[in-house]
DNA sequence: AAGCCGTGGAC
DNA sequence: TGTCCAAGGCT
């Protein structure tokens, strides 16, 4: 839709733009993707739905690049559900490496245990049932369902959010948070044809991906350039300033540095060591008793953090509520 | 519903 | 160097 079309007039529950025009993005945008699309993994055909799964979970808040080399880890480790089950909370923790949020991890592995014990070790085809997994919301139930299964339901991601924000919204940005006619628009964005539905999501979250970033897109690399809502009324800039996400000096920080340090040692660690900072430290020093070059690494940066005893005492005890260490006596390790 | 939860590449 | 942000989910 653009503005020489009066559709913006229109209230929220007619159709986006002209039919013809809509079975002209479609086709426009496919056809781009088919062309420009990237060929990745957990894309192929052969590739099973657990597959398909791990790819969602990882791809969570996390890049492509680094998410291409732990999934061909995992699927190669851990074939199916039962595979995964079968492993200990740590060893999982380690092979999620530094993907990030590591809560994903023991997530995936408590979904792989309830695939392998209720679901005879096969991925539900089922939405509310996908749904109803640990670690599966919205996105990733739809795009289990859309990408494993081949069915014909609504995917709402980041990507297609901002792509629909721009393309038809006239907008630079979409809302902050995901909004009842976001979901409304991609429902009627959609193809009718089930084939075309699955190749349609697929491609805009890809355009969205490659061509219609967040910083900087490439407008001129763009299929539906001319249809687009945001070019044609001169690219207002967003009407709000994203909140960007702090991280230095963060309970965030202190936990990434606690985690990297339990991920690297054989062995577990004492609190003591992991609650102190640098000048404490030098009072422990009799206590470290080879802890490992990588460890003593890890341990090195978690103490040079400029965090006081309460945020270091509080990160812990949030690692330890969420399951991602243990602590037995005087020691702290990955959850066995 | 707004904030929390990792990590690193790009600019 | 600092800031932004990436196929979200959970509370």
């Given amino acids: 839709m653009n503005s020489r079309l009066p559709w913006g007039l229109m209230n929220s529950s007619s159709t986006p733009c002209a039919p013809d025009q809509l079975h002209g993005i479609h086709q426009a945008v496919i056809q781009w993707f088919s062309r420009a699309g990237r060929d990745l993994p957990w894309r192929e055909p052969a590739c099973s739905p657990w597959g398909v799964l791990v790819s969602e979970i990882m791809l969570q808040q996390t890049p492509v690049v680094r998410v291409l080399p732990i999934w061909r880890e995992w699927l190669d480790r ?16 380690r092979a999620w490496g530094r993907l990030g949020y590591p809560r994903r991890a023991l997530r995936l592995h408590a979904a792989a245990t309830e695939i392998a014990d209720h679901h005879d070790n096969q991925v539900p085809e089922n939405h509310s049932e996908l749904l109803a997994l640990p670690g599966i919301g919205s996105y990733t139930a739809a795009a289990v369902a859309v990408f494993a299964f081949g069915q014909r339901y609504t995917v709402v991601d980041t990507n297609i959010r901002r792509v629909q924000a721009r393309l038809f919204s006239g907008k630079a940005l979409p ?74 000096g963060t309970d965030r920080q202190v936990r990434g540095a606690i985690m990297a340090v339990l991920r690297h040692s054989p062995s577990p660690v004492s609190v003591d060591l992991l609650l102190t900072d640098r000048a404490g430290a030098e009072q422990l020093a009799s206590r470290i008793e080879n802890p490992g070059q990588q460890t003593a690494d890890m341990l090195e940066k978690l103490w040079a953090l400029p ?27 990955l959850p066995s």
Avoid at 204 to 211: H, N, Q, Y
Avoid at 319 to 329: E, S
Wanted: include cysteine.
């Fill in 78 to 93: 851990w074939p199916t559900p039962a595979d995964l089950a079968a492993a200990s909370p740590a060893d999982v923790v």
């Fill in 307 to 333: 965090a006081p005893l309460e945020q270091r005492e509080r990160a812990l005890g949030g690692l330890l509520k969420d399951g991602l260490a243990t602590r037995h006596g005087d020691e702290a390790s």
């Fill in 175 to 248: 809302s902050k948070t995901l909004t009842a006619a976001e979901t409304r628009l991609a429902d009627q964005l959609m193809p009718e044809d089930i084939a075309e539905s699955v190749k349609w999501n697929q491609s805009v979250m890809e355009l969205g991906a490659l061509v219609c970033t967040a910083r900087s897109p490439k407008c001129d690399e763009c299929p539906v350039f001319d249809q687009c809502a945001w070019i044609a009324a001169g690219r207002p800039e967003p009407d709000y300033v994203p909140k960007g996400q702090s991280w230095h």
